[in-house]
Every structure is written in C-alpha cells, then in structure tokens.
C-alpha cells in the first residue's frame, strides 16, 4: 500500500494541491505518467471489418441520394469503433469508399492531406492530378500527393468505387490542415493521359529528372503489373512464413516509400497459405484485392472475401489464412513511425 492511501491527511493536502494548479492549467506528470509512457504501445483503436456487399448497397442509396458534385466526394467514411466521430480508421490514417456513377464529375481541389486510392470495381472513371489524367482500374494503386489539384470523372457506364486513404488525422495533429477549390470543375489539362507512368515507371528516369522525396512522380501503379510480379516471384520462392509474397509500392526516383506519411503493400496468399503471426507499431488498413481467407487479429477471427476492408490495431498481432489464393491491399503510417525512428515490429 502506498503512502498516500495510508495517509488520508496527506491524500486530501494532495488533492487540495492538485486542484489549486488546475485553476492554472497545470497538471502533475505523475499522476498520468504511465498513460503517456506505457510499458507497450497502447490505443483505443478496435479491430474491424466492414463487409462489401453490405458497404455497396449503402453506396447505392448514397448515390441516389445526393450527387459527386453536391457532396463533392461522396463517401462513406469507416469509422474505427473505437474512434466513433473522429473520421478515422486508425489513430493516424481515415479511409473510406468512395462512389462515382457514369456521367458524373468529382469537382477539382487540392488540400495539404495526402490521398492514396486502391480501385475496388468498375471500369471507365479517371482521376487527374496535376494536369494530368489516369484512368482506374480496379486494383489499381492510385496517388494524389499533398497540395495538388485533383478531380475524377466517369466516363463509363457502370459505378466505380474506389477505397481512399488519407493522412487526414496527422494533419489535423499538426493542425497544419488547407484546402482550396479550383476555379473549373475538371481541371486544365497539360500532359496526355498516363504521361508519367510512361515518363517514370518504367525503370528508366529523364536524364534530367531530380528526384523530390516527398512525392512519388508516378500517380498510378497498375494492378496487371503489381499482380503479374507477385505471382512470379510465388514461383521462383521462397514464401516468407508470415506475409506470403509482400511487396511495398515505391518511388521510383528514390527506392522510398511513394508518400512520406502512407506506406502502401500488396501481397501474395497461395492458397492454403497459414501464416505465422506478426505484429508492428503501424496500425494497418487492409483491403482485399481478390480471393478469401480469414485473418486472426488478436483474440478475433476476421473472415474476408473481395473487397471487404479489416483494421489491425497497432501492436496488435495478425496471421493469414487464404483459402484460395488471394492478394491483400494494406495501408500504414509506417513512413512517418520510421522517419521519427519509432517504428518497430515482433
């Protein structure tokens, strides 16, 4: 027992103390040390998993009932659990599906948040960023860095959903959050369609090329691509026990990560696969890409078939089990955890 709770005269001097220095907005470090200095990562963030069929139906009647250009992007955001009201999916990262019918224009802005975008169904639609457009595919890995305009259009016949993932909460951390409306709905545009995968994604670089490490020059990394070197590189083995065949997207000028803030992963699940657990620091957002399989998220069994989206808590362990060979989509905040040197995995 501790000498204040054998001690009520001390207890009360202390809590007379305690109450004085509130009234100057000061508060005692001891007494919420271990809340900010815990022995291991700990949050409030709750596994989850948000099925497809359902999300999709919702979508739908989103999109009957208000217009891309009346929402300005019409979503619905996945809220962690643990997180109700706060627009995020994990501590640092919000995610959300997003709908855009044939004919209809996402109208043009640009905000400090980085956006990246994973393609769920559809064919027909574009994003443009920077004066450039591209089209979206599903399973495409999509960037919209900070600070440039963007907009999306479909040209198609059918509804395209997407998954975005924004560094939205980290921004807001900083309070460091802008956003600006272009003066056009759909932005001028400059260069022809997919001039910078052409330009940059292609193991070569302009001899001129000067690399900015906070932006991956390439907007779009197609899944036919992404996919196609998963497989072979399930043939030529080995498979890594715990992530199957996982690879991270990257920047092409400099081998980092294509964002500061967001990293980004696809992976291989054979069928059959059972994985060895693994945990990191870096709560993650999954995606199902193709296939089913299930997941052992801490004390939670998560089933997953295409499309669905589950949450990893941070330092929260997880195992995969892919019952038909299937490729998974995830998303952290792994390149800022590294870039501040606290990163770390078991």
Not at 97 to 102: E, M, N, R, S
Not at 234 to 247: E, F, S, T, Y
Not at 302 to 331: K, M, T
């Amino acid at each position: 027992m501790t000498t204040a709770l054998r001690d009520p005269a001390l207890q009360a001097h202390r809590q007379a103390f305690y109450d004085r220095i509130d009234r100057e907005h000061l508060a005692p470090l001891w007494a919420v040390m271990a809340n900010l200095v815990p022995a291991t990562p700990t949050t409030p963030c709750e596994v989850a998993h948000w099925g497809y069929a359902g999300v999709r139906e919702h979508l739908l009647e989103a999109g009957s009932l208000i217009t891309a250009k009346e929402a300005e992007r019409r979503v619905l955001v996945l809220e962690n659990p643990g997180l109700r009201g706060a627009s995020s999916i994990t501590h640092s990262l919000y995610a959300g599906y997003q709908l855009i019918l044939p004919g209809e224009v996402a109208p043009s802005h640009r905000h400090a948040a980085t956006a990246v975008r994973l393609v769920v169904e559809g064919e027909g639609a574009y994003t443009a960023v920077e004066g450039e457009r591209t089209p979206m595919s599903p399973g495409d890995f999509i960037i919209t860095p900070s600070w440039t305009f963007h907009d999306h259009g479909n040209s198609g016949d059918q509804p395209v959903v997407w998954l975005d993932g924004l560094d939205v909460p980290m921004v807001q951390f900083f309070d460091a959050g802008f956003c600006e409306r272009h003066t056009r709905e759909t932005q001028p545009l400059i260069r022809a369609t997919d001039d910078a995968l052409l330009r940059y994604g292609a193991n070569l670089l302009p001899v001129d090329y000067a690399a900015n490490p906070h932006r991956s020059p390439v907007f779009r990394y197609p899944y036919e691509r992404t996919r196609s070197t998963l497989l072979g590189l399930a043939r030529n083995g080995p498979i890594d026990a715990r992530h199957g065949v996982k690879l991270r997207y990257s920047h092409p000028g400099t081998g980092g990560w294509p964002t500061p803030t967001m990293g980004a992963f696809a992976q291989w699940l054979p069928s059959g696969f059972e994985g060895a657990p693994y945990r990191g620091t870096d709560g993650t957002v999954y995606c199902v890409v193709e296939g089913q399989g299930s997941s052992q998220v801490g004390e939670h069994t998560v089933h997953w078939q295409p499309h669905d989206v589950f949450v990893v808590p941070s330092w929260v362990s997880v195992s995969h089990r892919a019952e038909s060979g299937a490729v998974l989509f995830s998303l952290s905040d792994r390149p800022a955890q590294q870039a501040m040197g606290f990163w770390r995995e078991a």
